[in-house]
């Protein structure tokens, strides 16, 4: 079955700085991955969707990669500000009927 | 982006008893839902594929005899833990994915509902 990593550990990174996090998958080959920000006790909110044939997207402060010689993908902040504190996860799919999920990343930004 | 709502956001029973948790879209319609289970500190495990007017759609190990799934109408599924145990104890969310006007691309997730039992 699929394999989503994604760094147990907490991210601490200092306001201003650039915020990484990966997200590793094996057994899997996805055609859409998704990152979503996760508040304590709330639902997960949509962040970015990269399909297999793109390299690279963006919104705003937010850069995702998308390497599956590698089965990884990268999740950047830039400029990461203290409201960035949160949990990001990754989910990966081959269509939109079903997403799996990592088990995500606890980035805590300080001032 | 669209909204997903869930009834109750938090609820206690007692062993053995049944809960219903729903989940609506409120401003779109969403053919397909999906209801999650989240243990603390752990990631979302998608339990089943809720399909309106069909039946729905479990993931291995999940037993459907206990998770009761039911989705209604174009904007409502809900779910029913049966037969309640401690061990059902955990965080339950929906989503769907985007209908029109919104984007297929995205999930909207509901705020999930805390189910504790005793």
């Known amino acids: 079955s699929q394999k989503i990593e994604q760094n147990s550990e907490a991210l601490n990174i200092q306001e201003g700085k650039t915020a990484t996090l990966t997200c590793n998958y094996t057994n899997y080959s996805p055609a859409y991955l998704q990152w979503y920000r996760q508040d304590p006790g709330r639902g997960p909110v949509f962040l970015l969707l990269i399909r297999e044939n793109e390299k690279e997207k963006r919104k705003e402060r937010l850069k995702v990669t998308f390497d599956t010689t590698l089965k990884q993908s990268l999740f950047h902040i830039t400029a990461s500000q203290p409201a960035d504190s949160a949990t990001y996860l990754c989910?990966?799919?081959?269509?939109?009927?079903?997403?799996?999920f990592g088990s995500g990343t606890k980035l805590n930004v300080k001032p | 982006g669209a909204v997903v709502s869930q009834h109750p956001s938090w609820v206690i029973c007692k062993s053995g008893t049944s809960v219903k948790i729903e989940c609506r879209s409120l401003?779109?319609?969403?053919?397909?839902m999906f209801w999650y289970r989240q243990f603390p500190k752990q990631s979302l495990m998608l339990m089943a594929t809720s399909n309106e007017g069909s039946k729905a759609t479990y993931e291995q190990g999940v037993e459907k005899d206990k998770f009761l799934i039911n989705h209604a109408s174009l904007t409502l599924s809900t779910l029913t833990v049966t037969s309640a145990h401690p061990e059902d104890s955990s965080f339950y969310i929906c989503s769907a994915p985007g209908g029109p006007p919104f984007s297929y691309n995205e999930q909207f997730f509901g705020p999930g509902t805390r189910l504790t039992v005793l």
């Open positions: 989910a990966l799919g081959r269509d939109f009927n079903k997403f799996y």
């Open positions: 401003d779109f319609q969403a053919t397909t």
